[in-house]
């Protein structure tokens, strides 16, 4: 073999493996980027997935926030149990600011009348005497209340509950202010049948109700 020939040769065989260095850098350049490129794919799905998880928590909270609101707002809404005490031996209940307590009809009068029995009158004594004491100054209001049953008997006296009940809460507050308490502290009304309880007995009633929180 002449050295041309050679040198031909050696030029074709270089040829020869740069085109295949070539073509295998190209083919691995392209794989490289197929898998980036699926790289990204799953990135992007993956992303995706965590945006429709975050909306979905987004909106869970929304909905656990406004669930909490309202569960503070109902419990709001439910009023303080009634604090009960005793005022001159009568049952007496903190409402709202006030202090109502309940003067049963039966214990204070007779059927049918506005008079104060003899037996009711040291009771009112001890009232007159803690209002008093414990809540000078205070405005107190005197609510007369009856049962349903239509006036019949003392019709000529009472021409409606409404009468009666004002009548026996007036003379409850004439018989406190004998006992000390002021006159301009006092205030009468009447509803007569118009909120009756559980009870004839129990709706017949006056209810003193002295204000302590204005």
């Not at 409402?95 to 039966?106: C, K, T, Y």
Request: positive net charge; hydrophobic residues 35%.
């Amino acid at each position: 073999m002449n050295h041309r020939r050679t040198k031909w040769m050696c030029s074709t065989l270089a040829g020869c493996a740069a085109v295949l260095f070539a073509t295998g850098c190209t083919q691995s350049n392209n794989d490289r980027e197929a898998l980036l490129s699926e790289e990204a794919s799953t990135l992007r799905l993956e992303l995706d997935k965590q945006k429709s998880r975050n909306t979905t928590l987004a909106s869970e909270n929304q909905k656990l926030k406004l669930r909490n609101q309202q569960l503070e707002a109902d419990m709001q809404a439910v009023p303080e149990p009634a604090q009960t005490q005793e005022i001159g031996g009568f049952t007496a209940e903190m409402r709202a600011g006030e202090i109502v307590v309940n003067l049963p009809s039966d214990v204070l009068f007779d059927s049918g009348r506005d008079s104060l029995k003899a037996s009711a009158k040291s009771s009112l004594t001890q009232v007159a005497t803690e209002l008093n004491s414990r809540y000078p100054g205070r405005s107190i209001q005197l609510i007369g209340f009856t049962d349903t049953d239509p006036i019949k008997k003392s019709k000529a006296r009472y021409e409606t509950n409404h009468h009666l009940g004002f009548e026996r809460a007036f003379s409850v507050g004439e018989f406190l202010q004998s006992k000390g308490v002021a006159n301009e502290r006092i205030s009468y009304a009447s509803h007569g049948p118009n909120k009756p309880m559980g009870t004839k007995a129990q709706s017949r009633r006056v209810e003193l109700v002295v204000v302590v929180d204005s």
